[in-house]
């Protein structure tokens, strides 16, 4: 699985959009993004995922460039409530050969401010 | 649905102690995960099950087993714990062609 980077934290004023990039530079041609955020001290949750094309579900957006090098999860009205560490991890499709486990680094901690 | 429980939630133990964690889920899926997370750090996986009566070793398995006799609870063990043990323990279950895994709320294992 290809490993990504990500700033280690960011802020957001509250009502605004919050912007959180990942670069995965080595992805490769089957493999997915991901992100999950934690807030503080729960278990992970799933947040939206895409291969090509940009996504958006209830929560966020998903931004990923043409060449899939780098992408950025957007929620687009952060309120106090985001405030957690968010993780971009990039995955092989479910297959016979992949479990689904998930690879994560130290993500980005995203501070929403009133 | 009660989703993904973990018991304990908090528990110290003492060097060589064993333990046992417990993880359930309701939702009939056939893959659970055993995670630890340490302070500052993204969570590590430590064993994974594809379905019932199997298991597998993920990146840190040393010091650790598993059982997954029945599909909806998956044990972590702790034969003689260490202090480099203590951490969160995260537990997360996903249905065959689902991507999305469903995490429970954590076991916090402190071992002095």
């Known amino acids: 699985d290809a490993k990504t980077t990500q700033p280690t934290s960011m802020d957001c004023a509250e009502g605004r959009a919050a912007n959180l990039p990942c670069n995965h530079s080595?992805?490769?041609?089957?493999?997915?993004v991901y992100w999950y955020r934690q807030i503080h001290s729960q278990g992970p949750q799933y947040i939206i995922h895409?291969?090509?094309n940009n996504e958006t579900n209830e929560m966020a957006s998903l931004i990923i460039t043409e060449d899939r090098k780098s992408s950025t999860l957007i929620l687009p009205h952060a309120t106090l409530r985001d405030t957690a560490v968010y993780y971009c991890?990039?995955?092989?499709?479910?297959?016979?050969?992949?479990?689904?486990?998930?690879?994560f680094g130290q993500g980005t901690t995203l501070q929403v401010k009133p | 649905n009660a989703g993904v429980t973990q018991t304990p939630k908090f528990r110290v133990l003492k060097t060589g102690q064993s333990m046992t964690l417990l993880c359930a889920q309701d939702?009939?899926?056939?893959?659970m995960y055993w995670y630890r997370q340490d302070p500052g750090m993204g969570l590590r996986l430590i064993h994974y099950s594809v379905g019932e009566g199997t298991t597998a070793k993920g990146e840190v398995p040393d010091g650790y087993n598993v059982s997954r006799l029945k599909k909806q609870n998956f044990l972590l063990g702790l034969e003689s714990a260490a202090p480099s043990q203590t951490s969160v323990y995260f537990c997360a279950s996903r249905n065959g062609g689902g991507n999305e895994q469903f995490f429970g709320p954590g076991t916090r294992l402190t071992v002095l």
């Open positions: 895409g291969l090509k």
């Open positions: 080595t992805i490769s041609g089957n493999e997915y």
């Open positions: 939702m009939n899926h056939e893959y």
């Open positions: 991890i990039v995955r092989l499709p479910l297959g016979s050969s992949n479990t689904g486990k998930l690879i």
